[in-house]
């Protein structure tokens, strides 16, 4: 009989190094070296295996409560587990909107429920999104759920003074606003990214600008009050240049970047597929190759998925009607192989900083992000870097099927994940909570 979670992973290589075992027991890593043995421990065969701490996303749509017929906080969570992931961040547009201490404290005790990953609820910074007065952020913060980011991402908070509060507020509890950079007034009806396609294709263009403009006020801000901000999915050159001056100046911001814009380009938008419909739209070709070396020099500090499921009929539809977003939790490890590991920008090393420490460190998420040594809790993610897949929409755990890698061959395959030292997936599929025992 196996001992409940129990676990020798043999020959795995940490962070892509030299192959060691890993004893898991009691949530914890118990032991680490060669040649290791624990009567009744279930043997995980790590042979050619990169070890990674759990993975952890900043941004995750899963649309309970609300929407549970586009995704629920256990089907996303079961995706996440299949992606490597041990904690996400639950973004704040539901129905209700996550604006108050109940509805966050619903959403941390769904994801409690389903134990697939941590979930960590992203409380909205004003009341239902409308960008008019602050919510309750005090009172989500010191609840059950312990918020300590907040975001209204899908809208920008337009009003300058109201940013400006909003990043006072936070430093009480060492929170964080998460600012979707978007100026609406220059955004309006756009349909695609503002460039030499959208002028072919006769769609109304998404200037960058609308998200630099944002960026540049909110860094300035920031510096201003002496608090932390965060930018999601940047998109843009521009943004990247922002970014580096804030940095330089020492102002306390971080940014994330997601794999579909470190991988896509506005030149998907030709097939009219609405898959390809996002917020912020897919860039150039140019802006790709400034976000990849952005996130490899640290100027962008975190891969967050900015995963969007959407019910069939928000997509199967003209591309002016589609719904923004597209699915990303069960292939963004693979879509960082492809972009950052592959083409030698980052070693494994940089991508266990970037998709797992930093946003723990971001979050303010205890027990996630930690090194893979002695004594640190058992988060693991073991991944065959050599497999190649074939994305297969119908085979994922999510109940969105928007993936844009349709039919695409990735590299690399989550074969196993342990959340706090238990087995959420074995060789490649969902494990029963049964197998904990």
Request: hydrophobic share 40%; glycine share 10%.
């Amino acid at each position: 009989m196996t001992a409940p979670g129990h676990h020798l992973l043999r020959g795995v290589r940490p962070l892509g190094g030299d192959p060691t075992d890993l004893l898991l027991r009691d949530g914890l890593i118990v032991e680490a070296g060669r040649g290791l043995a624990a009567a009744g421990a279930r043997v995980i065969d790590g042979d050619g295996l990169v070890a990674l701490p759990g993975l952890v996303d900043l941004h995750t749509h899963l649309r309970e409560p609300g929407r549970e017929d586009a995704e629920t906080v256990e089907t996303g969570t079961r995706a996440a587990a299949l992606g490597g992931f041990t904690a996400v961040h639950a973004m704040a547009n539901t129905e209700p909107v996550a604006d108050t201490a109940g509805v966050v404290e619903q959403v941390w005790r769904l994801g409690r429920e389903a134990g697939w990953t941590d979930v960590r609820p992203v409380g909205a910074v004003t009341v239902g999104l409308r960008g008019e007065r602050l919510a309750e952020l005090g009172t989500m913060a010191d609840g059950a759920a312990a918020v300590r980011v907040f975001s209204d991402d899908g809208r920008c908070v337009g009003d300058p003074v109201l940013m400006r509060r909003a990043l006072e507020y936070v430093k009480a509890f060492d929170g964080v606003i998460a600012q979707h950079p978007q100026d609406p007034r220059l955004t309006d009806g756009a349909q695609m990214h503002e460039g030499d396609v959208s002028a072919v294709l006769g769609l109304a263009g998404w200037p960058a600008v609308a998200e630099e403009s944002i960026i540049a006020r909110d860094v300035l801000l920031a510096e201003h009050v002496r608090s932390r901000l965060h930018l999601c999915h940047v998109s843009t050159a521009g943004s990247v240049e922002i970014i580096r001056w804030a940095k330089g100046r020492g102002i306390a911001v971080t940014a994330e970047v997601t794999p579909h814009h470190l991988l896509l380009t506005d030149e998907e938008v030709r097939s009219y597929d609405p898959v390809f419909k996002v917020n912020p739209p897919l860039r150039t070709a140019d802006d790709v190759r400034a976000l990849r070396e952005a996130l490899a020099d640290g100027t962008i500090d975190v891969v967050a998925t900015d995963h969007a499921p959407h019910a069939g009929e928000d997509k199967d539809c003209e591309w002016a009607d589609a719904a923004e977003g597209m699915t990303g939790l069960e292939t963004a490890l693979s879509v960082v192989q492809a972009t950052m590991l592959d083409t030698g920008l980052l070693d494994w090393a940089g991508i266990a900083c970037r998709l797992s420490a930093a946003p723990a460190r971001i979050g303010r998420v205890t027990g996630q992000g930690r090194p893979l040594a002695v004594g640190e809790p058992a988060n693991v993610v073991l991944i065959d870097p050599a497999a190649r897949r074939r994305v297969d929409p119908s085979a994922m755990a999510t109940t969105g099927r928007n993936t844009p890698y349709r039919g695409r061959e990735l590299p690399g395959a989550v074969v196993a994940t342990f959340y706090r030292g238990h087995p959420t997936v074995c060789d490649g599929a969902l494990a029963t909570r049964r197998e904990e025992s």
